[in-house]
């Protein structure tokens, strides 16, 4: 039965990543705040081909949720606001929803 709930998140917060229309600066959770900062590689370095993973990824620019059971992942590329817009949407989404 947990299942329909986390899959109904990770929809919602596919929705949000991918809306446009979305202004994830001014409307979001405020425990957004209390995620800690992405550590990222230095801009100097360059992307290149990664190895194949062990699961299935889609390709989305913006980012994805996906869930297995109980555990929530999001991945996106570090490109530009998209880590700031996939760490907001999941503690909105889960404001929504609860």
């Known amino acids: 039965m947990w299942g329909y ?3 109904t998140l990770a929809d919602t917060c596919n929705t949000l990543i991918q809306r446009s229309s979305w202004d994830y600066h001014s409307f979001f959770d405020k425990l957004s705040d ?6 990222s590689i230095p801009r100097d370095i360059p992307f290149k081909a990664a190895k194949d993973l062990f699961v299935k990824v889609t390709h989305k620019d913006l980012g994805k949720v996906d869930v297995n059971i109980d555990d929530n992942i999001a991945i996106t590329p ?6 700031t817009r996939v ?7 889960l404001h929504s929803i609860a």
């Open 87 to 93: 760490i907001r949407a999941i503690p909105l989404a």
């Open 34 to 39: 209390k995620i800690p900062d992405p550590i």
């Open 5 to 7: 709930i986390s899959e």
């Open 78 to 83: 570090d490109i530009g606001d998209n880590t």
